[in-house]
């Protein structure tokens, strides 16, 4: 019997075409001097408002597509010597407790389902990690408030964010915050409630108010270049 022919090797998995063909300027706005890079997680909030001042990374959804995008994004940039200043994140997030359709900045980040608990160290905790389980967002725009937010794999909705100790939910920052950390690049988080005052019942509970996020978005983004200018934004 002829012995069966080799396999052939696997063939290697192509990077994201999001991050594979972006043009790198593209990639980046100029603000007084300094590069930002924006990210994304989804088309479905990239509005109108948004397009007409800036292109994003669009990451994808959930924690590892925003890990391995912003990651690879990141070094492709400072391959070429043009490595970002500042990461701006953008979004939408989930809160039972904050304004519906408010505009927050986390001043802090969570990952919500890493559970190591039967190893004996805390649940969120990282095991064996050199950094917090919390991760501080100091960097801040002036005028804008404050929450917390938690970062997991999942949709909360309704008695979820009953397990939860921060005040709004998403499922790409902490993701985004670790690779920033890696790149030691400041990140600021921005995030618009869209939903959690009711159970989500289906996509269209997301997506109805990303239209006044996306405006809220915008608005909020148009302070950076002054913010920079006078100091009151320092990296």
């Known amino acids: 019997m002829r012995s069966p022919a080799p396999a052939s090797p696997p063939s290697r998995a192509a990077p994201d075409a999001s991050v594979r063909n ?24 990239y509005g109108p408002h948004l397009r007409a001042r800036i292109s994003p990374l669009i990451t994808g959804v959930g924690p590892i597509e925003a890990a391995i995008t912003t990651a690879t994004a990141l070094t492709r940039l400072a391959q070429v010597g043009t490595p970002p200043d500042l990461i701006v994140s953008l979004g939408s997030a989930g809160s039972a407790r904050l304004s519906h359709c408010g505009l927050y900045q986390a001043d802090s980040v969570a990952w919500r389902d890493i559970n190591a608990a039967p190893l004996g160290i805390a649940p969120g905790t990282t095991p064996f990690a050199t950094f917090p ?12 408030p404050s929450a917390s937010l938690s970062t997991g794999g999942d949709i909360v909705t309704g008695k979820g964010f009953d397990a939860i100790a921060q005040d709004m939910v998403d499922m790409e920052t902490y993701a985004i915050a670790r690779a920033a950390m890696v790149a030691q690049t400041p990140l600021i988080a921005l995030r618009g409630i869209s939903d959690g005052q009711a159970p989500v019942t289906g996509l269209h509970d997301w997506t109805e108010y990303l239209h006044i996020i996306d405006a809220k978005l915008a608005t909020a983004i148009d302070t950076i270049p002054a913010a920079l200018e006078t100091g009151l934004l320092c990296l």
């Not at 593209?26 to 890079?37: D, E, F, K, M, V």
């Not at 967002?137 to 002036?142: A, D, N, T």
């Open 22 to 45: 972006a043009p790198l300027p593209a990639l980046q706005t100029t603000a007084s001097g300094h590069c930002i890079l924006y990210v994304m997680a989804a088309e479905q909030e």
């Open 133 to 144: 389980a919390i991760l501080p967002l100091p960097l801040r725009l002036p005028d804008l």
